[in-house]
């Protein structure tokens, strides 16, 4: 039985929107089927001072696993050019614009924490630009 996956899509380098419609494409190809999708908005980069996003969330159906899903995820963000991870300094965190950015937002409503997943995001709730899509799709992921 196929897992629902909400995956959040941002670009702020580049064709913001072919990165996005790739990023969909490859999605569909590797993770599974989209079975719903929010429109796109533009939103202004958050965290750091940089050009505008593009943002958009999807709802996917997969058999693979959270870790395989994040695996996955990264793999196509790294085919589509985004060279650097956010990292932590000083205990803040440090973003930087990218070509694309897939976040997992939630997995089956499960709950997950290691070092390289926190199910659902943390951060949901802190950003607008995850929380209007959202709402458009009807999601409530507890926040």
Same mark, same amino acid.
């Given at each position: 039985m196929p897992h629902s996956a909400v995956i959040g899509l941002g670009s702020n380098l580049g064709n913001r929107q072919f990165y996005l419609q790739m990023a969909n494409?490859? $999605? =569909?190809?590797?993770? =599974? #089927? $989209?079975?719903?999708? @929010? /429109?796109? $908005? %533009? /939103?202004? #980069?958050? =965290?750091? %001072? @940089?050009?505008?996003?593009?943002?958009?969330? $999807?709802?996917? %159906? /997969?058999?693979?696993s959270p870790m395989e899903l994040l695996d996955t995820l990264q793999s196509i963000e790294r085919r589509l050019g985004r060279t650097q991870k956010s990292t932590v300094v000083d205990g803040k965190p440090v973003y930087h614009a990218r070509t694309i950015d897939l976040d997992i937002l939630d997995y089956d409503r499960m709950k997950l924490q290691n070092d390289r997943l926190t199910l659902p995001h943390p951060h949901i709730a802190e950003r607008e630009f995850v929380m209007v899509p959202l709402r458009e799709l009807g999601i409530d992921i507890g926040y």
């Open positions: 494409c490859l $999605i =569909g190809w590797e993770v =599974g #089927a $989209i079975v719903r999708r @929010s /429109t796109v $908005i %533009e /939103t202004p #980069a958050w =965290g750091f %001072e @940089s050009d505008p996003f593009l943002n958009q969330v $999807i709802v996917v %159906e /997969t058999e693979l």
